[in-house]
């Protein structure tokens, strides 16, 4: 019996036929320059029906690493035999990618926004555009996300684990870190889950950095979860995706005083209670004060400024009890297997390298 074909999907009142990949500009609000400014969304629309799937990056304009996962990932060989429709927006935010800026014009934070309004502030027009034309016709989706300026952020999963296709999306992903995490009010996972699309956030590396571990990590985890989902058919590779270990509690540890921070613990290390992770000194050398972790745990996000004032976020730490040991060992094998050198297990997992 003949599989059914897939039916056309209509983004930004334009159809997209099975088997086509178009680019469709969504307009939001002009500048008041006059200058029309859109979301970009390449819709690539399988032969065969399946999941309806977002990729969307650069909710804050300044996490660029998504974009170049976006970028790689549509590259990527694999979807040319791919069922059900991806909708990859490389960069949400227009407004603060182009000014290098977390945030929109009228200060808002895009992230919590949603579901935004069709007559409210620039920011709630944009998040109102972006739910409508895109999330609400999805079934599934991948928002990509770094640290904020001047911090970083070790790969991690960020979901709603209660929900078993969040939690399956989660586990298929393939970091050794995934944080059991609140969903905050007005953000896109609050706002997905609400009209009952589960979604996955992905963290990792620093605002206005791209970093190629992490990169490869994200194309990769992306891959994954398609896979996971039905849109692609299951690796080759007889090495399954890492299972994250799961952490429910996280602490941020802040500087006690004002000076100059200098740290000792890299991202992903495993530390102790009562372990000197940083020191504080004034800058002529005359005082120094020890930073000290509060509990066991592994550093999922570090700041990588070395001025700091007293109450600066400086450490943020996952603590996951007696699992802590099993977790320095699945971040030293996930460095490992991302690392620029390294030859993926699955020759369909080869990205292309950045743009020279």
Sequence with gaps: MTEKRAKPITIGGIAI???????????????YTHDDLSISV???NGKLPGPTLFISAAIHGDEINGVEIVRRLLSHNSLKNMRGTLLAIPIVNVYGFLNHTRYLPDGRDLNRSFPGSAKGSLTGRVAHRFVEELVSKSTHGIDLHTGSRHRSNFPQIRADLDDEQTRQMTEAFGVPLAIDAKIRDGSLRECAGDIGIPVILYE?????RFEEMYIRAGVKGVINVMRCIGMLRKSRSRKPPTTPIISDQTTWVRAPESGILRTLVP??????????????ADPLGTTETAIEAPGAGVV???????????????????HYGHKVSAVEKHVEQFQQDHHPDSVPDDPADVSNAPIA
């Design 17 to 31: 036929a099975p088997g086509e990949r178009r680019v469709i500009d969504i307009p939001v609000a002009p500048m």
């Design 42 to 44: 390449q819709v690539v």
């Design 204 to 208: 990792a590396g620093e605002a206005l």
């Design 267 to 280: 991202l992903g290390a495993k530390v102790i209670k009562g372990q000197t992770i940083a020191l504080v």
């Design 300 to 318: 999922i996000g570090r700041t990588n400024l070395p001025l700091v004032y007293e109450g600066d976020a400086t450490f943020h730490i996952a």
